[in-house]
């Protein structure tokens, strides 16, 4: 939406009305689940770590992702190796599409 821009033509109200829904949306909806799930797809990572998003930091993503590993009984180094290895479920997509 941050890269959307008003046309001649265009109703300027109802513009700024969905712009204002759209970022209320996002932020109600944007959890650390969300935030981290943003960083790991490959077209995303940068709106997960933009202020547009409240980003947060590289350690939080960390955290989080150790949080979820040991949830599913992973060990800190097999979660890390998997990553690393760039297998799925962190496989795919395209570069960074902010």
Known sequence: MS???LEDGDDM???GHAKSV??????SINTKYHTLAL???PMCRKL???QAASGRPFEFMVKVALEI??????????????YNLCHV?????RADGL
Do not use: C, Y
């Not at 599913?72 to 180094?77: D, E, H, I, V």
């Not at 479920?89 to 997509?93: C, E, L, M, N, T």
């Open 89 to 93: 479920p962190f496989a795919g997509g």
């Open 22 to 27: 759209f970022n209320r949306r996002f932020h």
């Open 3 to 5: 890269t959307l821009r």
């Open 69 to 82: 590993a040991l949830q599913w009984k992973w060990s800190k180094a097999k979660a890390l190796k998997v």
């Open 13 to 15: 109200e109802f513009f």
């Open 48 to 50: 997960a770590v933009t």
């Open 39 to 41: 960083f790991l797809h």
